[in-house]
């Protein structure tokens, strides 16, 4: 069946370091891919998407490409900010049969100033 | 309204009771998920529903839980005998455009 992996938390760092959340996948056809966020306190969010191979998603600075080859779709930031401490989780729907959403275990992300 | 509704926000329960859950997804959204959120810990699929009916159910723990859907609108989950390891933030979740909307969740303790 689908299954996503992604690297356990919690991660430390310091504002302005370089964040990656590693996540890989196993899916059957040509799954979408998301990466949500949970921020203190609040519900799930939708932070970025890609819906097929070689595509980018981005928003609020964080950046993920679907990697088919490695199926992989790691997050990225360039400089992280207090604001960002939150869980984060990677996902995949596969577009076979019913869309059916497959969450990872989450990651916790601290960021300290 | 817009978005995924969930009520009530907060059930606290004495352990034994039954609890029900609503969920109201976004109109026109015909997939409908339940999800299980203990502190500290990722998302547990529980039921899936298409529709009225629930062809993955897979997730649910126990036959103390059971979930319906009025045609392609209202959800309850609904736990009966209520056990302290039940106490979690239960989430339903929405689809269209491929996407999944998710609710506020309700909050439940069994004391």
């Known amino acids: 069946g689908d299954s996503v992996t992604q690297m356990e938390g919690p991660v430390t760092l310091s504002e302005e370091a370089f964040l990656t959340i590693n996540c890989t996948y196993t899916?059957?056809?040509?799954?979408?891919l998301f990466w949500y966020v949970q921020y203190p306190g609040e519900g799930l969010q939708l932070l970025l998407k890609?819906?097929?191979?070689?595509d980018k998603g981005s928003n609020k600075g964080f950046e993920a490409t679907y990697r088919k080859e490695t199926t992989s779709f790691h997050l990225e930031k360039g400089s992280v900010q207090v604001s960002d401490s939150a869980v984060y989780f990677c996902a995949l729907s596969n577009s076979g049969g019913y869309q059916k959403v497959t969450f990872g275990t989450g990651t916790k992300l601290q960021v300290i100033p | 309204g817009a978005g995924v509704s969930q009520s009530p926000s907060n059930k606290v329960t004495e352990k034994g009771k039954d609890v029900e859950l609503r969920c109201d997804p976004i109109s026109g959204h015909t997939a409908l998920y339940w999800y299980r959120q203990r502190l500290g810990q990722g998302l547990e699929f529980l039921i899936y529903f298409q529709g009225n009916s629930a062809p993955d159910k897979s997730g649910l723990p126990s036959d103390r839980f059971s979930a319906e859907r009025t045609g392609e609108s209202v959800s309850t989950l609904t736990i009966q005998r209520t056990q302290q390891e039940d106490s979690a933030v239960y989430l339903c979740?929405?689809?269209?455009?491929?996407?999944?909307?998710f609710g506020p969740g309700t909050r439940l303790t069994v004391l």
């Open positions: 979740a929405s689809t269209g455009y491929n996407e999944q909307f």
């Open positions: 890609a819906t097929k191979a070689d």
């Open positions: 899916a059957t056809g040509y799954p979408s």
